[in-house]
């Protein structure tokens, strides 16, 4: 049964670095063709894929915030970790964790999302 | 980065009516456009892969097509459960992007 949940602070500060953390279970990262993505949702806005971290450590990173963004991956802990650096209220979102499997491109489970709130 | 626009950004239909929602990349992408469902306060849930692959459990009142830059999503008989709203995402470039959305209201 996979699992995927993300985990990280509820409020930051403008200027402070964000780091959310998603742990699953169910699949490894070490399996080829595994992907996990970070996606966002302002509030009532639309869904924007961040990030992605693949079974062979490739990293790729939406172009509009590829300077503020860093994903890794501790496959012993079945973690993937998003930090997201100069943090400012346009960037209150829900963060939502997704698995790709078997060198797809599609997202088949989803975390539930964790609300982050930016304050100025 | 490839652009995916959805119309229309919003649609107001009964139950029992068929709704059909486009969404148009900025170039080609092949077959590699991906639907999803998403309800208030939950995450998005997948629906239909590679432009017409009805993912499991899903049912077959929702259909995919196209390709190339031009695809849909069409739910025959709308049901009260399909009042949500719904994103095309692209996977054909290693940078994934999403639709704007379309929200289907009931009338």
């Known amino acids: 049964q996979v699992t995927v949940k993300e985990s990280g602070p509820a409020l930051v500060k403008s200027t402070e670095t964000l780091t959310l953390t998603c742990t699953f279970s169910?699949?490894?990262?070490?399996?080829?063709?595994?992907?996990v993505s970070w996606i966002r949702q302002p509030p009532g806005k639309a869904l924007e894929w961040l990030a992605r971290?693949?079974?062979?450590?490739?990293?790729f990173y939406s172009t509009s915030l590829q300077t503020r963004l860093t994903i890794s991956k501790d496959t012993s802990k079945n973690q993937v970790v998003l930090t997201m650096t100069n943090m400012d209220p346009v960037d209150t979102a829900t963060y939502y964790c997704?698995?790709?499997?078997?060198?797809?491109?599609?997202?088949?489970?989803w975390g539930q999302g964790t609300l982050v709130t930016v304050s100025s | 980065d490839i652009q995916m626009t959805q119309s229309p950004s919003s649609l107001s239909a009964s139950v029992g009516d068929r709704v059909t929602i486009t969404c148009r990349a900025s170039?080609?992408?092949?077959?590699?456009l991906n639907w999803y469902q998403q309800k208030p306060g939950k995450a998005p849930e997948l629906l239909i892969y590679a432009a017409s692959s009805l993912h499991s459990g899903v049912p077959s009142r929702f259909s995919g097509s196209g390709s190339g830059t031009d695809f849909s999503l069409t739910i025959s008989g709308l049901q009260p459960e399909d009042f949500a709203t719904y994103y095309c995402q692209q996977g054909d470039s290693p940078l994934w992007t999403f639709g704007q959305g379309t929200k289907v209201e009931i009338k």
């Open positions: 169910g699949f490894s990262l070490t399996t080829t063709g595994m992907r």
């Open positions: 971290i693949d079974w062979d450590d490739d990293k």
């Open positions: 997704a698995r790709t499997p078997g060198v797809k491109t599609y997202f088949d489970f």
């Open positions: 170039q080609s992408i092949n077959r590699y």
